[in-house]
């Protein structure tokens, strides 16, 4: 029978206190943070939407003029990216969804069952002639909203039609003269892929020195959460790029966001062979293999090497400190090959070498350029091997 005193009781507490208020703190600092990225395009949306309803209602005059700020909101919306088609798409759903609504309120009515027919018509329609997701969502809501508002003996009214014009416009012109900044945009988005690309290839360097399975295991799995991020950053690219374009006040940052682009493609062949890597090491620790010194120290200049590419894509201060990690962690893995030759050695130290490729290229060197740099650091493996 165990006996607790007072003072371990407290303690145990006390622990447990200190575990909550670490997770509520770091709730609501991720929160903030959230919401410190989010804060512009949420007050354009307030913003184009407010504008809208007061052009339609009280410029043009129309009465409860709800698809004005709808049409807004939608077309800002907080995930950027193809605002020109969001806008188009909008515009026709809303004209598929009236015409079908109309014509079916003044044949068969408005009520439960009518609501049905449609949103099912609407849709139907929308799938019809090739619409995306945004159209053949408005064409639904657009049903919706005739079936629930509009009285059954009132008539085809084309002014629902024009309030989503001046939404989609008002969203498009505040969008084109107050965007948000691309350059801040994509580099929010890629701080995540850099930091867990730092992380991950930490923890398989000490993977490496302690052998430990579970711990391997666990290090593969974080490398295969790192996609969501690359497809964060994918999309913030896209949406930067757009804003760039559109914009007169942002057309300076599409120098920058093509550099961004371009290494973004290495990067994410960078973030596979990592995967690959964190396999390998799995593999290996779980075969027993005896693991060479000089691998985990090569996997840790890989992470300097990482850390660096981010300084220099946001600061720009020259990628020489990028470029001279990424060599030296192959130059440290290819020694390895001198002393040993085992299959699974030899795999382990072509991923960092195919690592140490990409992240030369995402400084700006070419293919040719950074094979050359390898191979004059580090020579052929082939040869060596």
Known sequence: MRVYSLRSVDAVGSVKEGRLFSRVRNGLSAGYSRLRTSVWPVLQAAVAASLAYFLADVVIGHG??????????????????????????????????????????????????????????????????????????QAAVSAILVVVLQPPDAVFSPDRFIDALIGGG?????????????ERLVQRAAAPVFDELVAVLEEISAVLESGDERRAEQVLNRAREIDSSVRDLNE??????????????????????EFYGSAGIRIELAVINTRVLARGVYNAVRRGDTIAPQLPEAVL?????????????????????????????????????????????S??????????????????????SALQALEDAAGRASEIG
């Open 347 to 368: 795999v382990l130290v072509g991923q960092v070498r195919s690592a140490a490729v990409d992240l030369l290229r995402s400084t700006g060197l070419d293919q040719a």
């Open 236 to 257: 913030a690219l896209e949406a930067g790029h757009e804003t760039a374009r559109l914009s007169p006040t942002r057309r300076r940052s599409l120098r920058q966001l």
């Open 64 to 137: 409860q003029p709800f698809f004005a700020p709808i049409a807004a909101v939608i077309c800002l919306g907080i995930t950027l990216g193809q605002r020109n088609r969001r806008a188009f798409e909008l515009v026709i759903g809303v004209a598929v969804g009236l015409m079908v609504a109309d014509f079916l309120v003044l044949v068969i009515g408005n009520g439960t069952l009518q609501i049905a027919v449609v949103v099912l018509l609407a849709m139907a329609a929308a799938v019809f002639f090739g619409g995306g997701t945004i159209l053949i969502n």
């Open 170 to 182: 008002v969203a498009l012109g505040i969008n084109y003269l107050f965007p948000v900044n691309p």
């Open 301 to 345: 200049d890989l992470s300097r090497s990482v850390r660096s590419l981010s300084v220099f894509l946001e600061d720009g201060e020259g990628p020489e400190e990028a470029r001279r990690w990424a060599l030296e962690a192959a130059r440290s893995a290819t020694e390895i090959l001198e002393e040993r030759h085992e299959l699974g050695i």
